[in-house]
Each structure stands twice: as C-alpha cells, then as structure tokens.
C-alpha cells in the first residue's frame, strides 16, 4: 500500500510562491497529482504526472501558475506554485493512481493525509 506525505504548505501573502512536495511513490502506482479542497467547496483537481513520462497536466483554475515535476529523488513529486491568490487557500491532497489519467479523473486514487496552504493579502 501506497503511503503518502505531503511536505511545504503554510502561509504566503498574494503572488508569492510556494512548493508542496510528495513523498511515498511506488512502481505500482505511477501516476501522481494534487487535489485542493478549499472550506464549503468539494474536493477538485490540482495537477497530474506519470513517472513513465509524460502526463503532466494541471487544471484551468492554475495554468500558467502551477507546474507539476518529479523529484530528483524519483521518490518524490513536487507541485510549484507561484503567483498565488486568495482563492489558492485550501488543504491540498497528494494522489497516486494507476495512470496520470486516473489520477485526473479521481478513480481509486490513495490519498495523503493533505496539507494546508493559507493565502493573505
């Protein structure tokens, strides 16, 4: 079994950055991501990468803020985010799944404990 921990969140003013990173792959759940939950709101999708290549993908809400990598490690995953506002505050969850695409499309994916991302102004 799959055991994830998420490193990084805290608190950070609007457009500064943070790094969450992920710790725990296996060879038998290649795909990685980040879920976010903000308070009153559902779970929803965050960012995705296979280790097999490939796959990396983050959602709308982030494009051009957020970029998902893998670690140097190849144990780990990291999600940057930069330029951060209000609206980024929420728990974010590490995902591991079979593919990066069940990982976007939430099917069965192990789940991390999540991690708090606060954003001021």
């Known amino acids: 079994q799959v055991q994830l921990e998420e490193f990084g969140g805290g608190s950070a003013q609007v457009g500064a950055s943070l790094r969450l990173t992920c710790t725990g792959r296996?060879?038998?759940?290649?795909?990685m991501g980040w879920y976010r939950q903000a308070p009153g709101k559902s779970r929803e999708y965050v960012a995705s990468?296979?280790?097999?290549?490939?796959?990396?993908r983050v959602a709308d809400s982030v494009r051009g803020r957020f970029t998902i990598s893998k670690g140097g490690d190849e144990n780990s995953v990291i999600l940057q985010m930069n330029n951060l506002v209000l609206e980024d505050t929420a728990i974010y969850y590490c995902?591991?799944?079979?593919?990066?695409?069940?990982?976007?499309?939430?099917?069965?994916?192990?789940w991390g404990q999540g991690i708090q991302v606060t954003v001021s102004s």
């Open positions: 990468i296979s280790w097999h290549g490939g796959g990396d």
């Open positions: 296996t060879l038998n759940r290649p795909g």
């Open positions: 995902a591991a799944g079979d593919t990066a695409a069940d990982v976007r499309n939430g099917w069965n994916p192990v």
